[in-house]
């Protein structure tokens, strides 16, 4: 038999394939039954066959060209490219993610940590005058006094927009060195965010109580939710990494540590944003000759953006999930 007439013998085939390419073309490939689905790749696979024949036998143009197109619906259909899919990005961020969040322990020892160890400092700072010298060095509460001695509000545009560069990288880093130190089997970022939390305590304890005061509230006042919070975050999720290395479940320690990795990605995103827009209003609006009352609103509003997602959300998500 020529090839010609076993060729055109399969042109039955074809018009099968073609039939089923068009029942499934759009939203309908998710409602296609599961054997017609096998068929289709059958069909796929033989007219794959028949378009390599067809080639290298040289038949005419328009039925190698039609064996091309009908090859290329095909495979589009059943390879189809990985687009962008909002509703598992939302389903993430706005369900799983603050469910997660809720029930992880690491995130809540984190903030036992952190804010255990900030408050008891700034207090401790505040009773009692030199603690903050001792905790983190009479240069750096010199340092401090002369950076809040005249009003923040005497920027430039131009200077606030460096502000905001340099806030973005130091920011960032503050969350890239709690995250990094979790990862020496989570003790390094216990101790990691301890020391943030005491130094950032003992600082504030002393600038509530000196002459610097208004200044120092006034600049701090509205970036503070986002920036703590994401210390918070990033302490987090290096300590979640950390522990599996030590707690590993069975598995190998790279195996624990790359399912935990993978687990605590969207967590260190979340850092990481929180970190930027912290930066943007600490670049933007904190050192603004905005009214004190203006700063006040943007942290009020950041923090019930705070308790909506991460609590609200959190406990309505954790709820879905265990329904």
């Not at 008891?120 to 809040?148: F, K």
């Not at 701090?220 to 599996?244: D, N, Q, R, W, Y």
Request: charged fraction near 15%.
């Amino acid at each position: 038999m020529k090839v010609s007439e076993l060729i055109e013998q399969r042109r039955a085939q074809w018009l099968e394939m073609e039939q089923l390419c068009q029942e499934a073309s759009g939203w309908a490939w998710r409602r296609l039954p599961p054997e017609k689905v096998l068929r289709l790749a059958a069909l796929y696979r033989s007219t794959c066959a028949d378009l390599a024949l067809a080639e290298a036998s040289l038949l005419p143009s328009n039925t190698v060209n039609y064996l091309h197109q009908l090859v290329a619906r095909g495979h589009n259909l059943l390879y189809p490219s990985r687009m962008f899919n909002f509703a598992a990005w939302r389903r993430e961020l706005l369900q799983n993610l603050p469910a997660r969040l809720i029930t992880d322990r690491c995130v809540w020892l984190a903030m036992l940590i952190f804010w255990g160890g900030f408050f008891g400092a700034m207090a401790l700072a505040a009773i009692r005058p030199g603690t903050a010298e001792q905790a983190v060095g009479a240069e750096m509460i010199e340092q401090m006094e002369e950076m809040y001695s005249e009003p923040v509000s005497s920027l430039s545009v131009n200077e606030r927009g460096l502000m905001f560069g340099f806030y973005v990288k130091h920011n960032t880093g503050i969350g890239l060195r709690c995250f990094a130190y979790g990862l020496i089997f989570g003790v390094g970022g216990l101790f990691e965010t301890l020391s943030n939390a005491l130094t950032l305590g003992a600082i504030f304890g002393h600038m509530f109580t000196s002459d610097y005061r208004g200044n120092f509230v006034d600049f701090v006042t509205a970036h503070g939710p986002f920036e703590l919070t994401a210390i918070v975050l990033s302490a987090a999720a290096g300590m979640k990494l950390g522990f599996s290395l030590i707690a590993t479940g069975g598995a190998s320690r790279l195996a624990s540590l790359r399912r935990t990795a993978h687990e605590t990605m969207p967590t260190v995103c979340a850092a990481m944003v929180l970190f930027f827009l912290a930066a943007i209003i600490e670049g933007f609006i904190s050192p603004s000759p905005a009214p004190y009352a203006a700063k006040l609103t943007v942290a009020i509003v950041s923090l019930v953006m705070l308790f909506l997602y991460f609590v609200v959300l959190g406990i309505m998500g954790h709820r879905r999930r265990a329904a």
